[in-house]
Each structure stands twice: as C-alpha cells, then as structure tokens.
C-alpha cells in the first residue's frame, strides 16, 4: 500500500527521553506514524519498543521531548489522557476483564444508558455490532474466559474501535496465535488500515513484518537506528541494523562452535519425550560433557517452556530424564540442583536477583540453599567465593555489599551467573543470558561460557540472538510453535541458515 | 477485504449446549447457588430436626436479627468485589451507633442525628479509601486503623451504653407490618432497601460496573482508563455509609446505643459474603448471594440457640464454613489456571 | 555521622528517645527508680515488664511479616494458651507442684504451636492468602478457647504460675527475662544460621528463591509455627497477669499493635529484609506510648485512636506520596536560580 508521505502524521514523537533508575531506556527518539499506514516497530529485547510504547499511552511519563498528535501537543498523564487522543493500545496479555461479559469488556467505560441506569440489551447490541464490524459474530454476554486469546484480541481491539480511535497499537499481538488466527488478525489489521486508521505494531517475527507492514522503525539500545519503508529494507539490512556490529569483539570466541567433543559415553543429561500439555510437544534434548548445545526459534516456539521442565521449574506431565545415563527425577528445582545441574532465568529481574539482597548475599544464595538453612555459609568462605567470581566475571562496581538492584542489567546478569558458577555445577542453562545488556558485559559473558565449557562445563544457552547461538554452541536444537522441529551441527551455518531452517522445516508447502 | 465472516455457532446442541452457555455466561453464580443450596439443606435439616422450625415468625425474626449484618455486608462486598477488605464495619457500626444515641439524648432532633451518622460512617470510609490509594497503605492496614479509630472515638462519645428515648427512632424497630403471620420492620425495610440499592448500583451504573472491572484485573482496568482510584475509594465510602447505617438500625434494634457493639462482627460479616460467593480474590459476587450469606449465618445461630448449646460454637462453625470455602475457591482457581 | 544516620534502626530510636523525652518533660517522676526488697519499681521498669507478652507477639509477626504474610490469629492464639494452662492448673490436685506448672505451660505452648502449623499449611501448602488463612483461627479461636473454659473466665492460685508474670529476678521482672531471652533466641537463630537471610530472600522474590533452590515451603511454614509458639508464650504471660482465663479479652486487638511495632521498627509490610532490633525498639515506643495514654488520663478503651493516629502518621511519612512530596519540595530548595525545566506528569 503506497503511503503518501506528505500527509500530516497523526502522531509525531521527538527527541523522546525516558530514564529509569540505573538505566536510560529510551534516549532521544524520534517516531512519526501516519494515518492508513501499519508501522511496525522493530529491535531486540531491551531495544525500547515497549516503552516507547508506554509514553504514547500514558502508562510512562517522559522525562524529555515532546508528543504532538493530530497537530496539537500533548501530554498524556493517564492511560485515559491518551485514550481521549484518540489512542488505543492492545498489550501482548490483552488486558482485559476475563471475569466479564464479551460485551461488557467491548463496551466497558461506554455502556449505553437509559434513566440513569445502563441499558444491557442495547449495550450487548452495539458491542455485537462494534464485533461484527471485525467480521467476528459470537454470544456477547458469554464470558471473556471462555474464549481463546485469539478472540479476546479482536475483542480488545472492537473495543479501540467504540471509542472510534484513530490510532491503534497492538503490542506483539501474534505472539499466542496459530497461523490461521494470525492470518485472521490481519485480515482485520487490513481493514482497519484502509479505512484510515495508523497502526503501529510490534512484533518479533520477521515475516509478520515483512508480510503487513507499509513502515519500519527500528530502536536499538534506547536509541532510534531508522524508518524505512518496507520495500525498501531487504531483511539482513534489517537483521543487521537491529544487532547492530559487534561482532569483532568476539572473533575470539568464534573457534567455540567448531570445538570437537566426545559423544561417546553417557550424557551428563539427556530428556526423552519431556513435554507438558498445552506448554510443549513432547520433546528430546541431550547434551554431553564440555558440550555446548544451543537452543533457536522465534520467541512462543517453546523454547524457555522446554529448560523449565529440564530443570523442574515447572513440571513436566511426560518424559523420562536420565543423567549420566542413570534415571533421575527431576521435578522441582531442588532435585535439579541435587544433580548440579543449575538455571539461569530470563527474566532476571522477577526470577533472578533477589533485590534488596547484597551482590555477596546474592552470589553466595545458590551455595546456601543447597546446604540447606541450618549450616550457614562462613564468612571467610562467603568473601573468598565472592570476590573469586567479581574479579573473573568483571562485575561492577566491585562493592560486595552493595543491593544488587543498583547495579546496571549487565552486571545483574554477572552476578546470577557467579551464583550458579559458585555451586560448581556440571550443567548450567542459561535462558537469555545477553538479553538487554551492554556490548561489552555480553562479551565479557559469552567468552566466559566459552571458557567453561572448553574446560568441561556442560551448556544449554537459549538466546533469541541466532549469531550468537552459531557462535558459542556445537549443536543447535531448534523450535518452532512449541515443537522441536530439529537439530543442526552449528559448525560452517550462518544465521539465514537457521532462520531457513525455522521457516520450512517441517512444512509441506514452502511459502 | 476482511476475511469471511467468522462465526462462533455453538458446537453442540440441546441441553449440553445450554448448561455449557450457561456456565460461560452465569459462572460466577454457581457459588451462590451453592450457598443456597446449603441454606436449603440447614432450613431442611433443622425442620427435621426439631419439627417447627420453618415458620414465618422464624424467618421474619431471622432478617429482623440480623438486619444490621445484612447492610454491612451489602458494604462490604462493594469492598471486597475491588479485591480490599473492610476490618472498620463493626466498629464503624458500634461509633455511629453511640454518636447518634448521644446527639438523641442531648436533644438533637433525629433527622438532624441520622445523615450524621451517615456521614460520620461515610468518612471513616473515605479515610479507608484514601490510606489505600494515595499513601500505598495495604486495605486490610487501612482498615484496621478505620477501625481502631471508629472504635476508640466509641469510647470517646460514651464509656457506657446510651439508652435512646426518641419516639422516631424507636418506631423503627417497634412497629411491625403485618402480612399474615409474616411481619417486618422499618429496619428490615432499610435493610432490604440497601439490598436493592446495591443490586441496582452494581448492575445497573458504570460505577458498578467499574468495582467488577477492578476486581477482575486491575491493571487492565486502568489501562481501558477506568477511574480506577476513584472508584476503589467510593467502595470503601461506601462500605462506611452502610457502616453508619447499621449502626441506626442496631441503635433501633437494642433501643440504645453502645460502644462495645459490633466487636468481631466484620469477621461475620466477611464470612457471610464469602459463605455467599464473593470471591476474595475480587470481581466475582452478588450482593444477593451476600443476603444469603448473612441468612445462612443467622440460621447457624438460630440452630445453636434451639440446641440451646454456647453461642461461642456460632463463631467456629461459621470459622470453619469460611476456611471450607476458601479452601475450595482456592482449589477451583489453582485447578482452572493449571488448564489454561 | 551520614552512616549512622542511614542505620535502619537511628530513626525508630530517635523516636522512642524523643517519646521518653516528652514524658520525662511532662512528669519527671517518669524517670525515677525505686528499690524496695531488693526489686526495681518505677514506670520504666512497668514498661520492661507489661511489654513482655507484645514483644514475643511481635518477635513471631516480624518474622511472619518478612516472608510477606501477616498472622492475624495471635490475638486468639493467646487466649487459647492461657485457656489451656489455666484449665490444667484448675484440674489438678497439685495447683502449685512446678510439674503441673511445667505440663500447663508445655500443653498450653504446644497447642498454639499446632495452630501455628495448621496456619502455616493453610499458608504454605494450600497457597490460601495469609490474611484469610489466619483470619479463620482469629475467628474460631476465641471461641474454641471459650469452650475449653466451658464459657467462663477461668481464676487460679498458683503462686508459680503467678511468678512469670508478677515476679521479680535479681531486681527486674521476671516477664522482662522471658521477653529478652526470646529476643536473643530469636536473633541467634535467625543470624548465626542462614535462616535469617533466606528468609528474606524469599520474602523479597519469593520466585527467584525457588529457582534458586531454597525450600521457601519449609521457611514459610516455620514461620507461621514460630509465630504461634511464641503467641502461646505470650498467653501464658498475660493470664499469669491477671491470673485468669480471659477468652475475650486475652491479647485483644494485639495484633495491631505488633504490627505497628513491626512498621515503626523498620521492618516493610512488603517483606523482604527485617531487623528484630527495630521490632524491639517498636514495642518499647508502643508501650511508652501506652503509657503515656494512661498517664493523661484516657480511658484505655479510648487509646485505641491514639494507636490510630501514629499508625497514620508513620504510614503518611513512609509512603511515597509523601516522600516524592518531600524529594521534590528539597530540589525545589536546592535549584533555586536554576532554569525550571519543564515538568511533565509525575
């Protein structure tokens, strides 16, 4: 869809500035969106995206910059300032009512009213009409719970169009839906966009980009990289401006992939048909001592679904575990740590640092819990494991005692990897390990996990940094929708490879 | 161009079909019928049991007792749909109760006495309201300090009880409506005028409408713009009025008014709405199931007082119906979020 | 200076010493120490020795409170302890033989025990909210210690079960020795074993715990049994007060109060980190405070409003309401002269 770029932008964004404590999440960035236009607005995790996001909807406050839409500043103080804008978002967890009506959550803020009171039979009608206006056709006064994502979605978005909002946001909407529901959305997306409205949408999957946008806007590190029209950014221009080119930093680092490794003996773990109803399909991952085994797909294919059964994070309905070839039982994490084998979480923040704890509190946790409550770790033992794993994983500032929420992401992620390394385990997972941090603690982490495994340290690493996965591991086990779909020797791929690989693997029709 | 049109016919038919629609559309009225279920089952019990127990002097004498139970609760469950709590209402009760039998006895003509403690209930509440939402104070904290306060400024008003002699006020509990062998009192009109008025709120206005919302997902009701904090104060406001209004009623009930009323009572209260199918979590509840909450609670009473056995059993049946409840609700979500 | 002043525990003292000081102003009698028979008396030592049953109280809540849970049955618990004691004293034929003043106590310090533990597998087991879960014994507990009195206030003469509260030990009250010897328990337990730090980590990030392999069941649930022992002690004290079993006034509405000696100790209602010597601050600026009440002449039932109030102002001036007021009413002070930059919600 040819989009005039002398038409006045609905919304327009400059030198945007939003700091939070100990990091600067979004610095000076410019974003215009246009009326009829979908704008998909692209990086990795950490980029901005979501934030940027927030200032528009008043869920952040802006420390910096200015916000026009429609031609008159503003400033959004409320969610409900931005939604008098004219702006309407839909959140990745669709945030709606689930203990109300279909129509109710259409027509919420909005219902119709007759004396005083709201009339229910014309509110569940007009909500009835606002769904069919999507093509959706279904008992408004059924509750939101008792339909799946994909449907309370094209409610939340019926609901943006009540309020006949010139804006639409829909933040990773795609992320639970199959192909048919993906396809659904779009056709809606479409609609809406022919019939003038600006649609920004963020999303992780490359072909999504490619196959709805009109525009691209790419963040990088809270700064603004590009706008480009989608026609004219082929995808690695694409790739490689979202990553960015760090990548003479860990040349070194690169002999890792093509390190040899004994696969004679038992593995230190191997999982059989490990899976979960309705989280993960049955799936099959082993790894063997020194080895580093990596894990690709796009974000939803299951990817931290399948290490949190491994480590018993959750628990798995299936599967049977062996490690170094004898049955265990792994389904809490107590039991993973019994076998040393450890788990680094991708959300650091809700699942890994204990906040108010001191980095040395932190460090030394791991330790701790395995000797269980009465036998306190000493002192003397607790400064000498401490300023052991400062000094070679470089964690700054160098002050044990310091609450590690003060500590920037980079760091943080440092601190989690000395906990675990601290219980000298023989397995470490670790899930996003580089997510949203500095160039240079990523490098400082990844040439540590190469370091470790060559010296025989098993390695399961997820990272959505497919580069990344081609550099450190040996073998790569990929995934899609929830499925293992296959496993690839990393030795001579490079990342097209793998994401050829995501794509059609599996599938009877190339698309 | 939109793809076809996407229809959600009903998969199966007839009578599945129904009680499936029904259990998506009324969910969270199937404890409430559980409450009444239980209910039936005491009355049915008891009449076994002791012959001549469903009487209409018996039932009208059961609202009459408890009328002031049932107002509070129609108050607390506004609170408790907003996923708070209100730990002020007995003390509120027994304030408003003392204030008002003072203000009588000094002369201060009754319809001056009663939007006072109206109000005086009204503004303990929005104390409540405004401890939780702009000085991040936990509701149950809050409300303890409600009720402290409402309790020590009994005691300030009266140390002792305060005989009322107002032929208005006494009218209230003394005149009866007969119907038949049915009767009822102005004071159980209020009270189930303050039954009505909730289910019309909750029903029937945006500000109803939002409490769900609230208690629902707060989170997302701030981000479809709801006046969230609004709202969440209005319901502890609200929960102050009734606060105040039960006081009149029990003032008119006792016949004085008395600083020591109501200790404990915002226990039974919470009881009674939970027994009556408001989840705590928020959200899910109707002030009916909460009327029926209150009606199983003071047939529990009735029951021990035809036993003749101590009425310190009362509070731990009542104690021990609460925990099965809660228990059961609390098995009901983890059960429903392992599926989803 | 600047890190004495950022020690958790300087501004709780500070106002314990501000609240001394005021009394001390208003009565100066209030300092004053007498010495008859070998035995302090004086409102300081009054203080020592009425704060004993608050302090265990309090002792079990801020643990309860540090692994993000509250325990709103102490109150109860402490009525069915001393119900439990008394009714055995009553019972036996030996009222003032120490064995019968050893089971009393021992059976009324273990049942409160098992309802700790039943609490805590409400708590830690089933995942029932803390405030409901305890809500229930606060509730029923009352009642089932009027049941074990068979519904009357309980009276008894042992002169033994009389020391614990009313005696005295080389000078001091015996209850005083009671309450600082669980203080010290406490502590040992809590700082020379890892229990003390893992339990903050799990009332900081209960999930990270998890993963990180602590047992957070086992640390919630003994917290809850912690917290019902030391009711139970608490309820021995109190009953050996007045020497009576008193189910409707035993640790009334005390749980406010330990609460609020929690708050004003420093201890955050969010969990996480906790210091047991703030707690003990707060309960000797409590008692003070109870003191000073009655002191004025307030009816006690009436004191109430005066808890109400504090718990008001110190809420007040540690919400961030009040603190983003303050921050913002200092930089204001501080960049006089400066260009205003423009302000954008807050």
């Given at each position: 869809?040819?989009?005039?770029?002398?038409?006045?932008?609905?919304?327009?964004?400059?030198?945007?500035t939003?700091?939070?404590?100990?990091?600067?999440?979004?610095?000076t960035v410019?974003?215009t969106?246009?009326?009829?236009e979908?704008?998909?607005?692209?990086?990795?995790?950490g980029?901005g995206?979501?934030?940027l996001i927030?200032?528009l909807?008043?869920v952040?406050?802006?420390?910096?910059?200015?916000?026009v839409?429609?031609?008159?500043p503003r400033?959004?103080?409320t969610?409900?300032?931005?939604?008098?804008?004219g702006?309407s978002t839909v959140?990745?967890e669709?945030n709606?009512?689930?203990n109300?009506?279909?129509?109710e959550n259409?027509?919420?803020?909005h219902?119709?009213?007759?004396?005083g009171?709201i009339?229910?039979r014309?509110?569940?009608?007009e909500?009835?009409?606002?769904?069919q206006?999507?093509?959706?056709?279904l008992?408004?006064?059924?509750?939101?719970?008792?339909h799946s994502?994909?449907?309370?979605?094209l409610?939340?978005i019926s609901?943006?169009?009540?309020?006949?909002?010139?804006?639409?946001?829909?933040?990773e909407?795609?992320s639970s839906?199959?192909r048919?529901?993906v396809e659904?959305?779009?056709g809606?997306?479409r609609?809406?966009?022919d019939?003038?409205?600006?649609?920004l949408?963020?999303?992780h999957?490359?072909?999504?980009?490619?196959?709805?946008?009109?525009?691209i806007t790419?963040?990088?590190?809270?700064?603004?990289?590009?706008?480009?029209a989608a026609?004219?950014l082929?995808r690695?221009?694409?790739?490689?401006?979202?990553?960015g080119?760090?990548l003479?930093?860990?040349t070194?680092?690169?002999?890792?992939?093509?390190?040899?490794?004994?696969?004679?003996g038992?593995?230190?773990?191997?999982?059989?048909g490990?899976?979960k109803?309705?989280?993960?399909?049955?799936?099959?991952?082993?790894?063997?001592?020194?080895?580093?085994?990596?894990?690709?797909?796009?974000?939803?294919?299951?990817?931290t679904?399948?290490?949190r059964?491994?480590?018993?994070?959750d628990?798995?309905d299936?599967?049977?575990?062996?490690v170094h070839?004898?049955?265990?039982?792994?389904?809490?994490?107590?039991?993973?740590i019994?076998h040393?084998i450890?788990?680094?979480?991708?959300?650091?923040?809700?699942?890994?640092?204990?906040?108010?704890?001191?980095?040395?509190?932190?460090i030394?946790?791991g330790i701790?819990?395995?000797r269980?409550?009465?036998?306190?770790?000493r002192?003397?033992?607790?400064?000498a494991?401490?300023a052991e794993?400062?000094?070679?994983l470089?964690v700054?500032?160098?002050d044990?005692d310091?609450?590690?929420?003060?500590?920037?992401g980079?760091n943080?992620q440092?601190?989690?990897?000395?906990r675990?390394l601290?219980?000298?385990?023989?397995?470490?997972?670790?899930?996003?390990p580089?997510?949203?941090?500095?160039?240079?603690?990523?490098?400082?982490?990844?040439?540590?996990?190469a370091?470790?495994?060559?010296k025989g340290?098993s390695v399961i690493?997820?990272?959505?940094?497919i580069?990344e996965?081609?550099?450190?591991?040996?073998r790569?086990?990929v995934?899609?929708?929830?499925?293992k779909i296959?496993?690839?020797e990393?030795a001579?791929?490079?990342?097209?490879?793998?994401?050829?690989?995501i794509a059609h693997?599996?599938?009877?029709?190339?698309? | 161009?939109?793809?076809?049109?996407?229809?959600?016919?009903p998969?199966?038919?007839?009578?599945?079909q129904w009680?499936?629609?029904?259990?998506?559309r009324?969910?969270s009225w199937i404890?409430?019928?559980?409450?009444?279920?239980?209910?039936?089952a005491?009355?049915a019990?008891?009449q076994?049991?002791?012959?001549?127990?469903?009487?209409?002097?018996?039932i009208s004498t059961l609202?009459?007792?408890?009328?002031y139970?049932l107002?509070?609760?129609?108050?607390?469950?506004?609170v408790i749909?907003?996923?708070?709590?209100?730990?002020?209402?007995?003390s509120?009760?027994?304030f408003?109760g003392i204030?008002?039998?003072?203000?009588?006895g000094?002369?201060?003509?009754a319809?001056v006495?009663?939007p006072v403690?109206?109000?005086?209930?009204?503004l303990?509440?929005?104390l409540?309201?405004v401890?939780v939402?702009?000085?991040?104070?936990?509701?149950f904290?809050?409300?303890l300090?409600?009720?402290?306060l409402a309790?020590?400024?009994a005691?300030?008003?009266?140390?002792?009880?305060?005989?009322?002699?107002?032929?208005?006020?006494?009218?209230?509990?003394s005149?009866?409506?007969?119907l038949g062998?049915?009767y009822?009192?102005p004071?159980?009109?209020?009270?189930?005028?303050?039954v009505?008025?909730?289910?019309?709120?909750l029903?029937?206005t945006?500000?109803?409408r939002?409490?769900?919302?609230?208690?629902g997902n707060?989170q997302?009701?701030?981000l479809?713009?709801?006046?969230?904090v609004?709202?969440?104060?209005?319901?502890?406001v609200?929960?102050g009025?009734?606060g105040?209004?039960?006081?009149?009623?029990?003032?008119?009930?006792?016949?004085?008014g008395?600083?020591?009323?109501?200790t404990?009572a915002?226990?039974?209260?919470?009881a009674?709405?939970?027994?009556?199918?408001?989840?705590?979590t928020?959200?899910?509840?109707?002030?009916i199931?909460?009327m029926?909450?209150?009606?199983?609670?003071?047939?529990?009473?009735?029951?021990?007082?035809?036993l003749g056995a101590?009425?310190?059993?009362?509070?731990?049946?009542?104690?021990?119906l609460?925990?099965?409840?809660?228990?059961?609700?609390r098995?009901?979500?983890?059960?429903?979020s392992?599926r989803? | 200076?600047?890190?004495?002043?950022?020690?958790?525990?300087f501004w709780?003292?500070?106002a314990?010493?501000?609240?001394?000081?005021?009394?001390?102003i208003?009565?100066?009698?209030?300092?004053?120490?007498?010495?008859?028979?070998?035995?302090l008396?004086?409102s300081?030592?009054?203080?020592?020795r009425n704060?004993?049953p608050?302090m265990?109280?309090?002792?079990?809540m801020?643990?309860?409170?540090?692994?993000r849970?509250i325990?709103?049955?102490?109150?109860?618990?402490?009525?069915?302890?001393g119900?439990?004691?008394?009714?055995?004293?009553?019972?036996?034929?030996?009222?003032?033989?120490?064995e019968?003043?050893?089971?009393?106590?021992?059976?009324g310090?273990?049942v409160t025990?098992?309802?700790?533990?039943w609490n805590?597998?409400l708590?830690?087991?089933?995942?029932i909210q803390p405030?409901?879960a305890t809500?229930?014994l606060m509730?029923?507990?009352?009642g089932?210690?009027l049941l074990?009195?068979?519904?009357f206030?309980?009276?008894v003469n042992?002169?033994?079960?009389k020391?614990m509260?009313?005696?005295?030990l080389f000078?001091?009250p015996?209850?005083f020795y009671v309450?600082?010897?669980a203080v010290?328990?406490?502590?040992l337990?809590?700082?020379?074993?890892?229990?003390?730090?893992?339990t903050?980590?799990?009332?900081?990030?209960?999930?990270?715990?998890?993963?990180a392999g602590?047992?957070s069941?086992?640390i919630?649930?003994?917290?809850y049994?912690?917290?019902?022992l030391?009711?139970?002690f608490?309820?021995i004290?109190y009953?050996?007060?007045?020497?009576?079993?008193?189910a409707?006034?035993?640790?009334?509405?005390i749980?406010l109060?330990?609460?609020?000696?929690?708050?004003?100790?420093?201890?955050s209602?969010m969990?996480?980190k906790f210091?047991i010597?703030?707690?003990?601050?707060?309960?000797?600026?409590i008692?003070t405070l109870k003191s000073?009440?009655?002191f004025?002449?307030?009816?006690?039932p009436?004191?109430?409003?005066?808890?109400?109030?504090v718990?008001?102002?110190?809420?007040?001036?540690q919400?961030r309401?009040?603190?983003?007021a303050?921050t913002?009413?200092?930089r204001r002070?501080r960049?006089?002269?400066?260009?205003?930059?423009?302000?954008v919600?807050?």
């Amino acid at each position: 869809m040819h989009v005039d770029t002398d038409v006045a932008p609905v919304i327009e964004m400059r030198g945007i500035t939003i700091q939070f404590p100990g990091v600067k999440a979004l610095d000076t960035v410019d974003f215009t969106l246009r009326g009829g236009e979908v704008h998909c607005l692209m990086g990795e995790n950490g980029a901005g995206k979501s934030t940027l996001i927030k200032a528009l909807t008043g869920v952040y406050p802006i420390d910096g910059g200015s916000i026009v839409v429609a031609g008159q500043p503003r400033i959004f103080r409320t969610t409900a300032d931005a939604q008098d804008a004219g702006i309407s978002t839909v959140y990745q967890e669709v945030n709606l009512c689930t203990n109300l009506s279909v129509g109710e959550n259409v027509m919420l803020g909005h219902e119709v009213r007759r004396g005083g009171g709201i009339d229910w039979r014309a509110t569940h009608r007009e909500a009835a009409r606002h769904l069919q206006n999507l093509g959706v056709t279904l008992d408004t006064r059924s509750g939101l719970f008792s339909h799946s994502i994909a449907i309370q979605q094209l409610i939340a978005i019926s609901r943006a169009m009540v309020t006949d909002s010139t804006v639409l946001i829909l933040d990773e909407p795609t992320s639970s839906l199959d192909r048919s529901e993906v396809e659904q959305l779009f056709g809606v997306i479409r609609d809406l966009r022919d019939r003038g409205v600006a649609i920004l949408f963020v999303t992780h999957f490359l072909d999504q980009v490619y196959e709805i946008s009109d525009r691209i806007t790419v963040l990088r590190n809270g700064a603004l990289v590009g706008e480009y029209a989608a026609t004219e950014l082929p995808r690695n221009e694409l790739i490689a401006r979202m990553i960015g080119r760090e990548l003479e930093d860990l040349t070194e680092i690169s002999s890792s992939a093509t390190r040899a490794i004994a696969r004679g003996g038992a593995p230190v773990f191997s999982a059989e048909g490990i899976g979960k109803k309705g989280v993960l399909e049955p799936a099959d991952i082993d790894v063997y001592a020194g080895e580093v085994v990596g894990i690709a797909g796009l974000l939803g294919s299951g990817r931290t679904e399948l290490v949190r059964l491994m480590y018993g994070a959750d628990r798995p309905d299936s599967g049977r575990v062996e490690v170094h070839g004898k049955a265990a039982r792994i389904t809490t994490p107590r039991h993973a740590i019994d076998h040393r084998i450890v788990f680094s979480s991708e959300d650091r923040r809700a699942e890994g640092i204990v906040g108010d704890l001191t980095v040395a509190e932190n460090i030394v946790l791991g330790i701790q819990a395995r000797r269980g409550w009465l036998r306190r770790v000493r002192r003397s033992e607790q400064d000498a494991v401490v300023a052991e794993y400062m000094t070679a994983l470089g964690v700054r500032p160098a002050d044990p005692d310091r609450p590690v929420r003060l500590l920037s992401g980079g760091n943080q992620q440092k601190v989690l990897l000395a906990r675990w390394l601290a219980t000298a385990p023989e397995l470490i997972i670790l899930d996003e390990p580089t997510r949203g941090i500095d160039v240079g603690a990523k490098a400082d982490i990844q040439r540590k996990v190469a370091e470790l495994s060559a010296k025989g340290l098993s390695v399961i690493f997820i990272s959505s940094e497919i580069e990344e996965v081609i550099r450190l591991a040996q073998r790569i086990t990929v995934m899609r929708d929830r499925r293992k779909i296959g496993e690839l020797e990393s030795a001579g791929l490079d990342v097209d490879d793998v994401i050829d690989f995501i794509a059609h693997e599996g599938q009877e029709s190339v698309a | 161009m939109t793809d076809p049109q996407l229809t959600y016919r009903p998969a199966r038919v007839g009578a599945v079909q129904w009680f499936v629609t029904f259990r998506s559309r009324h969910a969270s009225w199937i404890p409430v019928f559980a409450a009444l279920l239980i209910l039936i089952a005491m009355f049915a019990g008891a009449q076994y049991y002791f012959g001549n127990f469903i009487t209409p002097r018996l039932i009208s004498t059961l609202l009459l007792d408890n009328a002031y139970l049932l107002i509070l609760a129609v108050g607390m469950t506004f609170v408790i749909l907003t996923g708070g709590i209100d730990l002020s209402v007995g003390s509120v009760m027994a304030f408003t109760g003392i204030l008002s039998a003072r203000m009588i006895g000094e002369g201060v003509p009754a319809l001056v006495a009663v939007p006072v403690m109206i109000i005086g209930g009204a503004l303990v509440g929005l104390l409540i309201g405004v401890l939780v939402q702009y000085f991040d104070v936990q509701p149950f904290i809050a409300s303890l300090v409600g009720m402290f306060l409402a309790r020590g400024l009994a005691f300030v008003v009266s140390l002792r009880s305060i005989k009322i002699e107002d032929p208005a006020i006494l009218w209230l509990q003394s005149t009866r409506f007969k119907l038949g062998d049915w009767y009822i009192t102005p004071t159980g009109i209020i009270a189930l005028a303050v039954v009505i008025a909730g289910v019309l709120i909750l029903q029937y206005t945006r500000f109803g409408r939002t409490i769900y919302a609230i208690g629902g997902n707060e989170q997302s009701a701030r981000l479809m713009g709801l006046p969230v904090v609004r709202t969440k104060v209005l319901a502890y406001v609200i929960s102050g009025i009734c606060g105040g209004l039960a006081g009149l009623v029990l003032t008119a009930y006792q016949g004085a008014g008395y600083p020591l009323n109501g200790t404990g009572a915002e226990l039974d209260t919470i009881a009674a709405v939970v027994i009556g199918g408001t989840l705590l979590t928020g959200g899910s509840g109707y002030v009916i199931g909460s009327m029926i909450g209150v009606l199983v609670y003071g047939t529990i009473a009735t029951v021990i007082a035809f036993l003749g056995a101590e009425q310190s059993w009362k509070r731990i049946i009542v104690g021990s119906l609460l925990l099965i409840f809660v228990v059961v609700q609390r098995l009901i979500v983890a059960r429903s979020s392992r599926r989803s | 200076m600047k890190r004495m002043l950022k020690h958790r525990v300087f501004w709780p003292v500070v106002a314990l010493v501000a609240l001394i000081l005021v009394n001390t102003i208003s009565r100066p009698s209030f300092l004053r120490i007498t010495i008859q028979d070998g035995q302090l008396y004086g409102s300081l030592v009054e203080i020592l020795r009425n704060s004993a049953p608050l302090m265990l109280v309090a002792l079990g809540m801020t643990i309860v409170i540090a692994t993000r849970g509250i325990d709103l049955s102490v109150g109860a618990l402490m009525a069915v302890s001393g119900a439990v004691a008394l009714t055995i004293i009553d019972a036996s034929p030996n009222p003032e033989a120490p064995e019968t003043l050893v089971l009393a106590v021992g059976a009324g310090v273990l049942v409160t025990l098992i309802l700790g533990v039943w609490n805590g597998f409400l708590v830690s087991v089933l995942g029932i909210q803390p405030i409901i879960a305890t809500l229930v014994l606060m509730l029923a507990g009352r009642g089932i210690a009027l049941l074990i009195t068979g519904g009357f206030i309980t009276t008894v003469n042992s002169a033994p079960y009389k020391f614990m509260s009313q005696g005295y030990l080389f000078g001091l009250p015996f209850a005083f020795y009671v309450s600082m010897a669980a203080v010290v328990i406490v502590v040992l337990i809590q700082r020379r074993t890892a229990l003390g730090v893992l339990t903050e980590a799990v009332g900081i990030n209960p999930e990270a715990s998890r993963l990180a392999g602590v047992r957070s069941r086992g640390i919630i649930w003994g917290a809850y049994a912690a917290s019902g022992l030391l009711a139970g002690f608490a309820g021995i004290l109190y009953s050996s007060n007045i020497m009576a079993a008193d189910a409707n006034a035993a640790g009334n509405l005390i749980e406010l109060d330990a609460i609020l000696a929690v708050v004003l100790g420093g201890t955050s209602l969010m969990g996480g980190k906790f210091t047991i010597a703030g707690t003990v601050i707060g309960v000797f600026t409590i008692q003070t405070l109870k003191s000073t009440i009655v002191f004025l002449g307030v009816p006690s039932p009436v004191s109430p409003v005066f808890m109400a109030a504090v718990v008001i102002l110190v809420v007040a001036v540690q919400s961030r309401l009040v603190r983003d007021a303050a921050t913002r009413l200092l930089r204001r002070i501080r960049s006089t002269g400066t260009k205003a930059t423009t302000e954008v919600a807050s």
